[in-house]
């Protein structure tokens, strides 16, 4: 079985997007959610997807935003992926994905068998599974919080939608994640960080290594 993709999830700077995809990132996740920590601007934005939108997929990530505001902003920065992160029903991703042209990734948040089977309603392109906020006041939070969920919950799972696997995932856990769920992408947004919405160089070359991406040879030029 081939290694997994890998998607980068919460960029805010062109900086940490343009290693992303040196390093390998099948795509690339921008934020464009207010209360996230890790909102990305649209200016900081546009400069992301100019630079990079012929190297990697572009990902856009919206919690209950209206329609007419995710068609907008897809057709404005050229989106080859919306990820819709809040109660989004299958109707309104079917209308998403119409509209936009753009293939959709349905998120969950999983905390029990309930879960995982809620998101067998969708017929979209990609699932992603998440975990539920645990932690006083994370209620809001959707992503990007550092938890992750039983992995063992996705085992009962019979859907042929290519699964992506986030959640807390780190060089160091990334490998369990990928034996237990067999995914067809991981995705990390709080476990590459320094900050929020600030990546981590070396917390992305070691989760890339993790996940068996041979790092990019260096020119002679390098440093």
Known sequence: MSNPRVKICGLTRLADAELAVELGAWAIGMIFYEPSPRRCSLDEARAIAAALRRRTELCGVFVN???????????????????????????????????????????????GAGDVRDLQRYHVDFHLVDARPTAPGAGHLRGGTGETFDWGLLAARRSRVPLIVSGGLTAENVGGAIEATHPFAIDSASGTELAPGRKDPERMRA??????????TLGRDAA
């Open 65 to 111: 935003e209206a329609l007419d505001d995710i068609a907008h902003v897809a057709e404005e920065l050229g989106l080859g992926l919306v990820q819709l992160h809040g109660d989004e029903g299958p109707s309104f991703c079917a209308e998403v994905a119409r509209r936009t042209g753009a293939r959709v990734i349905k998120s969950v948040q999983v905390a």
């Open 207 to 216: 989760l890339f290594a993790a996940v068996g991406h041979e790092p990019p």
